[in-house]
């Protein structure tokens, strides 16, 4: 069983930057593709970036391509979300997700509890 706990939320101002960390415990990342989703009120879930085991293959959503950065160390256990030019459209509740599959469908088997990015403009 993996435990994945999500840090690094916060309040910040369009523009701004936050960097997102997912720890893992119960088990080793190394193997598994690891992902962010967002969740806005009212809106579904939806996938924001993965990363493969190795690092090798990354893939992001259209909509942060180019602002978000996704990146892991496993020997620390932990993926991190780098965000840039944050927009008030990225508000939302970002969730870390493991896979046991591959990065791309990222099919998650683990899921974090969430930490909230507040973007004010």
């Not at 992902?35 to 970036?49: I, L, N, S, T, Y």
């Not at 046991?100 to 004010?120: E, H, L, M």
């Amino acid at each position: 069983q993996v435990q994945l706990e999500e840090s690094g939320g916060g309040l910040v101002q369009a523009g701004g930057s936050l960097r997102l960390s997912c720890a893992a415990s119960g088990r080793t990342l190394s193997t598994f593709a690891m992902g962010w989703f967002r969740q806005a009120p009212g809106k579904e879930r939806e996938f924001v970036a993965a990363i493969s085991w190795s690092g090798g293959s990354i893939v992001y959503a259209n909509s942060v391509k180019g602002r978000f950065t996704i990146s892991r160390d496993n020997a620390k256990n932990t993926v991190y979300l780098q965000m840039n030019s944050l927009k008030p459209e990225d508000t939302a509740r970002y969730y870390c997700a493991g896979s046991r599959d591959r990065v791309q469908p990222f099919i998650p088997n683990y899921w974090g509890q969430g930490t909230q990015v507040t973007v004010s403009s």
